[in-house]
């Protein structure tokens, strides 16, 4: 993915913020804002997502985006890489929203595929943070052999618990995840692997979004 790539669409980011939690309106949910939102990706780094092999698409009606991998597996056993049982990806984008209005990440799904030996287990991990923030919110999913599946992890935050993005501020977002592997008791010479790709198609990770309207000032 180019440094730099402009994603246009309705919608927009994440999960953690400075900004006090607020209590749930009595609809739930805020409408999502009608003006189009603008995410740029500032940078893309990690073993999981060499350049060209992650993209971020963002859904028509401001509920959701989409990233998607390409190239995201973690193994180890047999004769597997000392280093190829973690892999990571850090994306930090910029992500402009309508005019006073604020978002969070209610909930993220993680997708992949697992083919773990008896003994073997593999972790899937995500932590969100807005720039400047001292605040860093993580979530470990554990998988544990034998396991030949597709997989599927959510996280999911409580209204009264999502972190806002600042009004009025322009912070990039972080959103770093990880895929580990370790043989554990299994038989050290076959391989057991995890993805956040797959050979019939790319496997995406969703972001659904939570909005509400930034006080006046």
Known sequence: MATGLLLSGTIAALLTSALPAQAQPADGFEDPPPDKIVIKVATVNGSGCPQGTAAVAVSKDNTAFTVT???????????????????????????????????????????????????????QRASYYFQGSPNTEYRSHPFSGPYDDNWQATDTTDWAQLVWAPCGVQRNFNINTELRVSTGTSDPGAVSFMTMDSTDGDISTVYHLAWKECPES
């Open 69 to 123: 991998y390409s190239d995201y597996l973690a193994q180890a056993g047999g004769d597997s890489s000392p280093t190829a049982f973690r892999k990571n990806c850090q994306l930090n984008l910029l992500v402009h929203v309508p005019q006073g209005f604020t978002y969070a990440v209610a909930s993220a799904d993680y997708r992949g595929f697992a083919a773990l030996q008896a003994g073997a287990k593999g972790t």
